[in-house]
């Protein structure tokens, strides 16, 4: 018996890894968040695999789908990657106290899909070197000193997960930090079909949201990377050398 832990990424098929193509269409058992893995991934899975829509479950249900399948190979499927709010550490532990083999597949992030959606770079040089992964408090809390009004003080771009129904409170801890013309980008369902873009400012970003009647499966990116202006990379800059490329002296 092996587990994988497979990252399903944001929602568009083809932005599976070939790894995780392969793993869903080889996989006996696939385990999936219903909720948020786009069923026509599910169209991989080889006749016969036995398919379990997590979205119902609880972790004791979900160990028990694996206690079930000794002598399988199994696929838990994850949105996104799976490194990054998804319950993954206490299956993991599991596998490890039951000497069951598993490996982790990663995939990508709802983060990238947005920005790729904004057709943006998070970072830019002289604007913020800096992105925060991150998501307010809710039912679940974030530890003391994470709160999203201390991780604003570092005027890094911001790219959180979880809270958009919670917009208005996002923009009370930050507004501190960030000025009110700040600006800041809602992304639903990044990558799918019927994704949606909603920009704004700190300002109005809560009522376009509103508007918009976005509640849940969205990425918040507040930050100036989203305005205008910012320093050319070194990187390419002829002026700058290194060890790939000598220095290029404008004449």
């Given at each position: 018996?092996?587990?994988?832990?497979?990252?399903?990424?944001?929602?568009?098929?083809?932005?599976?890894?070939?790894?995780?193509?392969?793993?869903?269409?080889?996989?006996?058992?696939?385990?999936?968040?219903?909720?948020?893995?786009?069923?026509?991934?599910?169209?991989?899975?080889?006749?016969?695999?036995?398919?379990?829509?997590?979205?119902?479950?609880?972790?004791?249900?979900?160990?028990?789908?694996?206690?079930?399948?000794?002598?399988?190979?199994?696929?838990?499927?994850?949105?996104?990657?799976?490194?990054?709010?998804?319950?993954?550490?206490?299956?993991?532990?599991?596998?490890?106290?039951?000497?069951?083999?598993?490996?982790?597949?990663?995939?990508?992030?709802?983060?990238?899909?947005?920005?790729?959606?904004?057709?943006?770079?998070?970072?830019?040089?002289?604007?913020?070197?800096?992105?925060?992964?991150?998501?307010?408090?809710?039912?679940?809390?974030?530890?003391?000193?994470?709160?999203?009004?201390?991780?604003?003080?570092?005027?890094?771009?911001?790219?959180?997960?979880?809270?958009?129904?919670?917009?208005?409170?996002?923009?009370?801890?930050?507004?501190?930090?960030?000025?009110?013309?700040?600006?800041?980008?809602?992304?639903?369902?990044?990558?799918?079909?019927?994704?949606?873009?909603?920009?704004?400012?700190?300002?109005?970003?809560?009522?376009?949201?509103?508007?918009?009647?976005?509640?849940?499966?969205?990425?918040?990116?507040?930050?100036?990377?989203?305005?205008?202006?910012?320093?050319?990379?070194?990187?390419?800059?002829?002026?700058?050398?290194?060890?790939?490329?000598?220095r290029k002296c404008t004449p």
């Amino acid at each position: 018996m092996k587990v994988y832990f497979v990252g399903a990424g944001p929602g568009d098929p083809e932005l599976l890894t070939l790894k995780a193509k392969r793993i869903i269409a080889e996989a006996d058992v696939i385990i999936y968040a219903g909720s948020l893995v786009n069923p026509e991934i599910l169209k991989l899975a080889k006749d016969g695999a036995a398919l379990f829509d997590s979205a119902a479950m609880t972790a004791e249900d979900i160990t028990q789908v694996l206690s079930r399948s000794q002598g399988k190979l199994v696929a838990r499927l994850h949105s996104g990657d799976p490194s990054i709010f998804s319950a993954i550490q206490e299956l993991l532990d599991w596998c490890r106290k039951h000497s069951i083999d598993f490996e982790v597949v990663p995939g990508v992030s709802a983060s990238s899909a947005a920005s790729a959606a904004l057709k943006q770079e998070l970072t830019l040089p002289g604007v913020s070197q800096t992105v925060i992964l991150s998501r307010i408090g809710g039912h679940t809390q974030v530890p003391a000193g994470q709160e999203l009004r201390e991780l604003a003080r570092t005027g890094a771009t911001l790219v959180l997960f979880l809270s958009v129904h919670l917009i208005e409170e996002v923009v009370a801890q930050v507004k501190d930090f960030y000025s009110l013309d700040t600006p800041v980008a809602v992304v639903e369902r990044a990558s799918w079909p019927e994704e949606r873009v909603v920009r704004g400012t700190l300002a109005d970003i809560a009522n376009k949201v509103k508007e918009a009647g976005i509640l849940r499966t969205a990425i918040i990116v507040i930050g100036h990377v989203l305005g205008e202006g910012y320093q050319r990379s070194r990187l390419y800059d002829p002026e700058f050398e290194h060890s790939y490329r000598k220095r290029k002296c404008t004449p």
